[in-house]
């Protein structure tokens, strides 16, 4: 561990003189005044007194350094049939204009605009065109119904609303606009204007007066320059579930994520300038803004903007074929991705069928690699295949074996070390720090890193109690874990009520909230239980009025309804159980975490506070008739595995 220990501590020891050299990386138009202001802790400010441009340094640098006809995106829809490649003059050019449509709307530096698009290189422009503006954009995945969509442009309070009129999921089209219209049927906020992008395979009414064709506005426009902006301007707002219906809106400044993600880059992908860079996600999760979008670009990459499924678009070799026909370097996905093709495709034939010279490692985050998966793919592809942990609120890898700088001997089931910049530490319940294998609280001491979360979008209030508060002096992952004795990261998975769902993260709060509205039900409780495919999938429970005589399987039928209509597809809630009471404590908490453990067949103990110990059985034998636990990963029960 020579190189990474040296850097790791430098950057602890000295953040101020690690972080002021990466910056040097970045074109600032005026330089920091301080690299590190904690004036006012526990609010970090990075790069203070900082002036740049977060779309300068993506694009009009480049051009200007001579990368113009390199590309910089490659646009692969096997679902439209269309690869398009832009170099980094013409993503220049269309950002510029796309911008100068948007000045001419009254975008200004500041304003916040919604994205609700699907993956196509005008959903790219859009972040970029707000970024050269100054302006804060807000993206919302397209797999979110109205309702979700509603509730964040009522808090983001965008001045415009940028949408794609559709999509291919699969078999389906998506109708994008009619979502739309209800979303802002259903919110208190009205934009001024909603501008849509009409795709062929979906074309929408623009019937409403807020209602602007994309194209006609951007053929009228002339190219906007960059807006400087001050380092802890905002860039983006990216809204996170967390343990309540209301999603918490992750904050990003523009200097320290231009900073931060521009060093990620080549310390922990080894992915330089010129190279190709594929991350398989969406651009409305963290993945996708950091690795498809600002990472790649601020580095002088090529980016892959693939819209597309690992499996079905056409077959399980999309992603093989996808890394042959463009040259791909490094591919970032979520394990799942790995699980839905080695489902069809168990032994890798799909492989033989393409060339992958370029090919040199593969990313995987965003929830648990379980080993199964990290053996299959390591074995099938014979490339390193590297866990990584981080989170939305942090923009980029916490823990990860970061190959820029070293390449650390891979644990399977680890995510390998603390990336430079993280003090990681597992605490207990009472901040008392935790020696070797000993699991507890996974957090980070204060200061965090440049690019991670300064606060949350107009609620400082939030962001302390959602992070600070738990343990004084530092940032609360909610994730729970333990290091072993090289300092290896083991996370065991969520502290709190949120799930991840294909990767996808989600709140079991919120659609609890959904499914306790229904008329017939008295009490509920929604659980995330071990899923083989998607990692984890939600489950519900209710408990029926007295004297309600319902039918339970259309009771179930309708919650799945309602959860769909209000969160989204993406919610997979797909199971409800009927059962006669819910195991509770003496003072009426709903114990979730132990129906949890007894729905993945794990061991548990009767908690102490238990109100009556009984109820357990009665949920295990509601379980067992459903088929839990037999949906959780194979061989894969004692997640202490090695
Ligand atoms: N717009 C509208 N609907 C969407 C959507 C979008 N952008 N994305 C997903 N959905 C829908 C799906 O069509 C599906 O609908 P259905 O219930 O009618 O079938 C539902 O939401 C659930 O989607 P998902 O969980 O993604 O399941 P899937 O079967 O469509 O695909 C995987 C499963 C594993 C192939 C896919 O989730 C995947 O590739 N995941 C890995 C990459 C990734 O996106 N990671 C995210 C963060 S890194
Ligand atoms: P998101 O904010 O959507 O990126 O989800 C973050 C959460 O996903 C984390 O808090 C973890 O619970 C989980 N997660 C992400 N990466 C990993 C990983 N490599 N191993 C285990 N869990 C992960």
Known sequence: MGEYINQFTASINDPEAFWGKAAEAIEWSKRW??????????????????????????????????????TALIYDSPVTGVVEHFSYAELLDSTAKLAGALASLGVGKGDTVVIYM?????????????????????????????????????????????????????????QYKPLLDEALRLSQHQPEAAVVYQRPLAPAKLDNKRDIDWNELVEQASPAPCVDVEANDPLYILYTSGTTGTPKGVLRDNGGHAVALRWSMENIYDTHPGEVFWAASDIGWVVGHSYIVYAPLLTGCTSVLYEGKPVGTPDAGAFWRVISDHGVKTLFTAPTAFRAIRKEDPEG????????????????????????????????????????????????????????????????????????GYDLRILDSDGKELGANQEGAIVIKLPLPPGTLPTLWQDDERYKESYLCDFEGFYSSSDEGYMDEDGYLYVMGRMDDVINVAGHRLSTGSMEEIVATHPQIAECAVIGAADGMKGQLPLGFFVLKSGNNADPAKVTEELVAMVRKQIGAVACFKQALEVKRLPKTRSGKILRATMRKIADGKDYSVPSTIEDPTVLGEIAEALAEAGYPSLAPANDSNPHYS
């Open 349 to 420: 034939e799909q492989l033989q069928r393409y060339g992958l010279d370029a090919f040199r490692y593969l990313f995987l985050a965003g929830e648990r690699l379980d080993p199964d998966t990290y053996h299959w793919a390591s074995k099938k592809l014979k490339r390193p295949v590297i866990d990584h942990w981080w989170q939305t609120e942090t923009g980029w890898p916490v823990a990860a074996n970061c190959m820029g700088i070293e390449a650390l001997p891979v644990k399977a089931g680890s995510p390998t070390v603390a990336v430079p």
């Open 118 to 174: 699907p993956m196509i290189p005008q959903a790219v422009f859009a972040m970029l065109a707000c970024a050269r503006l100054g302006a804060v954009h807000s993206v919302v995945f397209g797999g979110f119904a109205p309702k979700e969509l509603a509730i964040r442009i009522d808090d983001a309070k965008p001045k415009l609303v940028l949408a794609g009129s559709g999509a291919r999921e699969g078999n389906k089209i998506i």
């Open 33 to 70: 005044d301080r690299v590190l202001d904690d004036s006012r802790a526990p609010f970090y400010r990075w790069f203070g007194g900082g002036r740049l441009n977060t779309c300068h340094n993506a694009l009009d640098r480049h051009v200007a350094a001579g990368r113009a006809q390199q």
